[in-house]
């Protein structure tokens, strides 16, 4: 086996979700989008053919895989026009947080339904004060006899409205000021006191982003997950995965924009031959595919590395996917409009709509300034920043 190559295994399991998301296709995620309803066929489809959970352990309902096995189902539905974010929340996030700090009690509750898609997780830790600075989170945990009681608000929540539950990151009343140690708390999402409100965005997506307010939430003891003393290395737990998962998003949504450049540049004719043959054309294209492998090698290279335990090191490789797929998806996307002249801006060939959906991945997960913060100060030793 080559080293710069996926296993033959992985290989297939890429052609076979391409498969399975090409019978949906962009048209079908767009117009769910545009209708606002939700493409829990697909969701479910994959939840079923196994690939939802596939790096959650086979005891809980999942393949047995790893992160480089989720990152490839994102990336190959992405690349069919069906990017869905919630991948990288629900299995990738609180799939691997709860798989390794849950009690068995806890994985038994959880996990199944997070692999099949019945039970989808969504993922809060941002803040509208905090923002960024994480260490600002202000959403509080109190014990009340065997209960908590959760106080807080969040913000950008993705898929609030259709997951069952939110793994929230919260603080502990007593670890109210100072450096975090975050506490990682189940809450459903309908227990009284925890409302939600849509915000309305320009991305084309079906899955929307949530305001959450959360007022004295009262939960069950074994709402929180993991230890709470445990400090930041179960929150860390989720974030490698969370820019892996971010990077193959991003690089299947670069593939999906470069394909159709791409197919269009062979086809218009305006002078003589297809447009693909101007060089003005054809090598912003060339570039974006040097740019796209680019980025998914250091993405498998991230995998790689996390799937073999090495999580230093696949932090940095991570970080560096996660900008390197946003570059690269930023630059496919603007050269497809460019590409399609006036169709460009149309909604009939609907590249226009991937520009806002790629720009995103340069602000989240961790935005492209926060990546340069940790390689400037981690990667190169100079001063912290921030
Ligand atoms: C579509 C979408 C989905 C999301 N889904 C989720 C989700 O499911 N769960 C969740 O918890 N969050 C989610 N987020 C939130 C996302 O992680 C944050 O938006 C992101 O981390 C940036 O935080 P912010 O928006 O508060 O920006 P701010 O922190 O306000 O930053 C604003 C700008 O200032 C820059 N900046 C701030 N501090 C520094 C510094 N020290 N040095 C240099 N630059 C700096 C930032 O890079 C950014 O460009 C989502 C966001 C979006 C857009």
């Not at 806002?356 to 190169?380: C, D, K, Q, W, Y």
Request: hydrophobic residues 40%; contains cysteine.
């Amino acid at each position: 086996m080559s080293m710069f190559t996926e296993s033959e295994e992985r290989l297939e399991l890429r052609k076979q979700v391409a498969k399975l998301a090409s019978k949906y296709g962009r048209d079908y995620f767009t117009s769910k989008a545009r209708s606002g309803e939700k493409t829990t066929e697909l969701w479910l489809e994959i939840g079923r053919a196994g690939y939802l959970g596939i790096n959650v352990a086979e005891e809980y309902g999942g393949g047995g895989g790893g992160i480089g096995d989720i990152a490839a189902v994102c990336e190959e539905l992405a690349a069919q026009g069906c990017p869905l974010l919630l991948m990288v929340v629900s299995p990738a996030i609180c799939g691997t947080v709860i798989g390794r700090y849950g009690t068995e009690a806890q994985k038994q509750k959880w996990l199944p339904g997070i692999c099949d898609g019945t039970g989808t997780m969504a993922f809060a830790i941002t803040e509208p004060d905090a923002g960024t600075n994480t260490h600002n989170i202000t959403t509080t945990a109190r014990k009340d006899g065997d209960e908590w009681v959760l106080n807080g608000r969040k913000i950008w929540i993705s898929g609030v409205d259709e997951a069952k539950n939110v793994l929230v990151v919260a603080r502990t009343e007593d670890q109210r000021t100072g450096k975090v140690k975050p506490v990682l708390m189940v809450v459903p999402t309908d227990a009284p006191g925890f409302e939600y409100q849509s915000i309305p965005m320009e991305i084309v997506s079906p899955e929307h982003q949530f305001q959450v307010y959360i007022d004295d939430v009262r939960l069950p003891a074994d709402a929180l997950v993991g230890d709470e003393n445990g400090g930041l290395a179960q929150l860390f737990a989720g974030l490698n995965p969370e820019r892996i998962m971010a990077a193959s998003f991003n690089t299947g949504l670069a593939r999906y924009a470069l394909d159709r450049a791409v197919a269009y540049a062979k086809e218009r004719e305006v002078f003589n031959g297809p447009i693909g043959g101007h060089q003005a054309i054809a090598h912003p294209l060339a570039q974006s595919h040097i740019e796209i492998e680019m980025a998914r090698l250091v993405t498998q290279k991230a995998a790689a590395l996390y799937d073999a335990g090495d999580e230093l090191a696949a932090g940095e490789a991570a970080n560096m996917a996660k900008y390197a797929s946003a570059e690269a998806a930023c630059d496919a996307a603007d050269r497809a409009v460019q590409t399609h002249g006036g169709f460009g801006a149309s909604q009939e060939y609907g590249v226009a709509g991937l520009l806002v959906a790629t720009r995103v991945g340069r602000i989240a997960p961790v935005s492209r300034e926060m990546i340069l913060n940790f390689v400037s100060m981690h990667s190169l030793g100079l001063p912290k920043s921030y």
